[in-house]
């Protein structure tokens, strides 16, 4: 057994949670090293913060915690201080529904020290009426209102204990004296009362005229450390959604319960021990795999968490991205269809398909308590479906997937080919999730300029692609013959208009097409491989590929695939757009969700007409793991929306690390160990030569049987069910039948 925890430990991370929507992920955090959680967190797509933090009165005084190191496994973040004359040992993890500090406090000293603890937070005093806050089983509860960026306003359940219990407590309405209030306990309405009592008063008194302001709320409890001794104790806030139809009965409960740190660890191992066994000469590879795996869990939402989440899901990353994307789940069905128990998987299609609208569309996204502004975004869900299917296949889920697809594909049909040329408008750019780019520049000059105002239209190459797919698996999909015979001729139409109107034979490219005169743009950008994923390319479109993909002065960087051309004229390396940096923009950034799809259109041109071209296959999936670290380092792997395609630097400046926003582990089962599932009939091994030693893949399942594949040098063995099936060399392909 693999110990990914302590594979994936390193002393710079801070991320905690549990796959049940509750994130701890401050981008950058002020108050890292402070005791607690004073740094926003996440529940679904509310940030909710400050949290609360742990201070410590010795001798009269308040004393700072001062720290002394960190170290981080996915399970717990451990920070080491020191606290006047004691050490301490903070552990803190995200489970349960709940922010737990805990804290192991060893009195090195040869008297009895007397330690008292306060754990307190402040609140926006609007947020909190009076009636809001109360006292019960030695927890302050409490329930303030948060507003999410669509400006909908919600409340949370919270509750802020001790354990053992407090012994006293307090909450106080204040006027704001402080802006961006420090977690400093001589800073608060606490210790000018403390003064004279030694301890917290037990009592409410959060009147005031106006409300508003901020409200303290915080709780005490003395301890006494024998000399040599230890105590231990821990402080944990619960947080949970607040559902209006039962908000005067619901309260948060706190489980008594083993330890939550134990809790932590155990519940993620017990995840790491269900997805399959990888291990790789690569030192890059390897810690992706265990790191993706990681990134999923610590951005799921568990079935029920929310209303609007009666599935299992995935949110798209961290902050105000902690929400399931549609332009992100076709990369996370990919990801989790190699677990063995495919209900993950298939709740991601679910929670859209559950919310689908009534003209056939699409949420872009699915916020955990309202479906209010979740805009639209093109997804290749045919294709991920299908490669779903074919990893677990079922008849009921094929049938519950067709009902609604084909009435996105209807929709798809009926407003984005109105004159049904085979080719898919975008209307707006960025509901390709691609904004800031010459493609549509090309169309409307002001393109840059607009919003989700639906004023451009393009024929988009990667949408009609999509849409190729997606009619494809319909045809696959549908429940009788005269249905299949419809979407077979759909997807034929598609596949003539990109071969006759999308290629540009000169140029050797696929492009995008200007629908006011049906002429192709011209414009070179990563999409425009994305047909070589696909039956759409040919042997008469080979050399196109190798034209523009493998030219330096084009795609072929560094760090390899610039979302736009080295070439094109808004080209910037630097993340800038018409000469100021841009947060998301597509005009030359490598972005992993286009290396995702790039390196399954290479590998498909590798596997069916250049097998000679395995090497660069290779060469481009080893740099975007290399890509993927701090300071290329294999320890320090990490997830960023975009990178620098020369240096292959990170958007660092964005913070928004651990985004789920492309797919790694399925290209190295597909790719590296070959794993091409057909179903319940069986499966093809046709491992590719990508410059890897070794490689070893246990416990994959598929269509119900473990499939087991290693690779040594240039051979590799594959296993099913625990018995040898097939051998070959790299390169070579072997059918097995189930």
């Known amino acids: 057994m693999i110990d990914a925890l302590r594979r994936l430990a390193r002393p710079d991370k801070w991320y905690l949670g549990a796959g049940d929507g509750l994130l701890w992920a401050p981008p950058f955090p002020a108050w890292l090293d402070a005791p607690g959680f004073w740094d926003e967190a996440h529940l679904f797509q509310y940030a909710v913060g400050p949290l609360f933090t742990v201070s410590f009165v010795h001798e009269g005084a308040v004393v700072t915690a001062r720290p002394v190191r960190r170290a981080w496994t996915p399970a717990a973040l451990v920070v080491e201080h020191g606290v006047g004359p004691v050490r301490a040992r903070e552990t803190r993890c995200v489970t349960d529904g709940r ?116 409200v303290f709320l915080g709780l005490q409890r003395r301890f006494g450390i024998p000399p040599r001794g230890r105590v231990r104790f821990s402080a944990a806030i619960a947080l949970q959604l607040i559902r209006p139809q039962r908000a005067a009965a619901q309260r948060v409960v706190l489980r008594r319960r083993r330890s939550p740190i134990r809790v932590a660890a155990d519940d993620w191992r017990r995840f790491f021990s269900q997805v399959p066994a990888f291990r790789c000469s690569d030192p890059f590879l390897d810690r992706h795999w265990w790191y993706r795996w990681y990134g999923l869990r610590v951005n799921g939402v568990a079935a029920g968490a929310a209303p609007n989440y009666p599935h299992p899901t995935v949110s798209e990353g961290i902050g105000y991205f902690h929400v399931p994307i549609s332009y992100s789940a076709q990369c996370h069905l990919r990801e989790l269809r190699w677990l063995p128990d495919p ?37 290749d869900w045919g294709g991920a479906v299908l490669a779903l299917d074919q990893a677990h296949p079922s008849v009921e889920f094929r049938r519950e997937a067709y009902i609604g697809l084909a009435r996105y594909g209807e929709w798809l049909r009926r407003t984005r080919d109105a004159d049904a040329t085979g080719m898919i408008d975008v209307v707006g750019q960025y509901e390709t999730g691609q904004e800031y780019m010459s493609r549509y520049q090309a169309v409307d000059p002001d393109a840059d300029r607009s919003g989700w105002e639906h004023r451009i239209r393009l024929q988009g190459i990667d949408v009609t692609v999509y849409a190729y797919r997606l009619f494809r698996a319909l045809e696959y999909l549908a429940p009788d013959a005269a249905a299949a015979a419809g979407w077979r001729g759909s997807a034929d139409r598609t596949a003539r208009a990109v071969r006759d109107h999308m290629w540009d034979s000169a140029r050797e490219l696929f492009c995008d097409v200007d629908p006011r005169d049906g002429r192709r743009t011209g414009v070179k950008a990563a999409v425009c491989f994305y047909p070589y994923a696909t039956d759409l390319a040919d042997v008469r479109h080979i050399p196109g590929l190798a034209r523009h993909l493998f030219d330096p002065r084009e795609f072929w960087t560094p760090f390899p695939v610039p979302s736009s051309s080295a070439d094109d004229p808004l080209f910037s390396p630097d993340a800038e757009w018409k000469g100021k940096r841009h947060n998301c923009p597509w005009n030359g950034r490598v972005w992993p969700m286009t290396n995702s799809h790039i390196i ?139």
């Open 99 to 214: 922010l737990v500090s805990a804290w192991d406090i060893h009195n090195p000293t040869r008297r009895l020290v007397t330690l008292d603890v306060v754990v307190w937070t402040a609140l926006d005093g609007a947020s909190l009426a009076a009636e809001d806050v109360d006292v019960a089983r030695h927890a302050l509860r409490f329930t303030p209102v948060v507003t999410d960026r669509c400006g909908h306003r919600t409340r949370i359940g919270a509750s802020l204990a001790l354990t053992p219990p407090a012994q006293s407590h307090a909450a106080y309405r204040s006027q704001v004296s402080t802006p961006g209030l420090p977690p400093r306990l001589d800073l608060t309405p606490f210790w000018d009362r403390w003064q004279s009592s030694g301890r917290l008063r037990s009592e409410l008194r959060l009147g005031g005229l106006d409300g508003g302001g901020l």
């Open 343 to 379: 209900a993950w998987a298939r709740g991601v299609l679910r929670t859209f398909l559950t919310h689908q609208q009534p003209d056939g569309s699409l949420h872009g996204r699915i916020w955990a308590d309202h479906l209010d502004g979740t805009d639209f975004y093109h997804a």
């Open 600 to 738: 399954d259109a290479l590998a498909r041109v590798v596997r069916v007409h250049r097998p000679d071209w395995a090497p660069r296959l290779g060469h481009l999936l080893r740099r975007f793991a290399r890509m993927m670290t701090f300071d290329g380092r294999a320890d320090r792997p990490n997830c960023f929306e975009h990178y620098h395609p020369v240096s292959g630097r990170a958007s660092i400046y964005r913070g928004i690390d651990d985004y789920q926003h492309s797919w790694i582990n399925d290209l190295i089962v597909s790719h590296l160990l070959g794993v091409l599932p057909h179903g319940e009939t069986g499966l093809t091994v046709h491992p590719l030569a990508l410059g890897v030693e070794s490689a070893h893949l246990e416990r994959l399942s598929v269509a119900g049987h473990r499939v087991d594949v290693s690779i040594v040098g240039r051979r590799y063995r594959v296993r099913v069910d625990a018995r040898v099936a097939g051998q070959g060399r790299v390169g070579e392909p072997v059918t097995v039948s189930f």
